[in-house]
């Protein structure tokens, strides 16, 4: 009796472990990408500066850097500006005051705001859209240096949600990531490495 359960027990056991190894269907792995994309948050440029941001009069006259990022992140609605004097605590003593313009969120922007703050730094900068998978061009078995992975997948991706902003060419032209990414939908392929773990599959650790 012992030996007949063994028998019918081997088969199905060797089947269940066939079926936990197999490769997902196209579905299940736009689903596993798309559910790691929509985790890491939409796309973002960064300034480098928290708000307020304040541009120096020489600064705006040379039209360029900070100057022109804020002028054109104010044409596209995202900021807004006044002349102002940004008086700042002298370390010996006294206070200096310099004439600046003054850039905050706008109303309109500040839906796309994000600002982060490191130990030592902050950051604000607007999001334009979260990418997810577009479409599927290449699947194939992970190289062996890399154990954890065990399969790699090649995939163009969209952004369903870009804002409008980012579409004007004036705002790709400051930012550059900005241009890389959307003109990138549908055409640049980016690879990731997906891991079958006993939980199903999921993107490895990157």
């Known amino acids: ?3 007949s359960l063994y028998i019918v027990i081997g088969p199905l056991l060797l089947l269940s472990g066939c079926k936990n190894l197999s490769k997902p269907n ?3 792995i736009k689903s596993v990408i ?7 948050g939409p796309s973002c440029t960064w300034l480098g500066q928290p708000f307020p941001v304040n541009v ?6 040379r039209n360029e850097g900070v100057a022109l990022q804020m002028t054109t992140l104010e044409k596209a609605g995202l900021v807004q500006s006044l002349e102002t004097v940004n008086r700042t605590q002298n370390p ?13 969120p706008a109303s ?16 604000a900068g607007f999001c334009y859209g979260t ?22 997948v090649t995939y163009t991706y969209k952004i369903a949600d870009l804002a409008p902003w980012a579409r004007r060419p004036d705002v790709q032209n ?4 900005i241009r890389t990414a959307v003109t990138g939908i549908s055409r640049t392929a980016e690879t990731i490495g997906l891991q079958l773990t006993d939980k199903g599959w999921k993107v490895a650790d990157q």
Not at 92 to 104: A, F, H, I, N, S
């Open 131 to 152: 990418k997810s998978v577009d479409s599927l061009s290449e699947l194939s078995d992970s190289p062996s240096p890399h154990p954890d992975i065990s399969m790699q």
């Open 26 to 28: 196209d579905a299940e």
């Open 1 to 3: 009796m012992r030996n």
């Open 34 to 40: 798309d559910q790691y994309l929509a985790s890491h």
């Open 56 to 61: 120096t009069k020489a600064q705006l006259s």
């Open 92 to 104: 010996l003593g006294g206070v200096t005051e310099q004439d600046v313009r003054r850039y905050e």
């Open 174 to 177: 400051e930012f550059g990531d």
């Open 108 to 123: 309109a922007g500040k839906p796309y705001l994000r600002q982060v703050r490191a130990v030592l730094t902050e950051s």
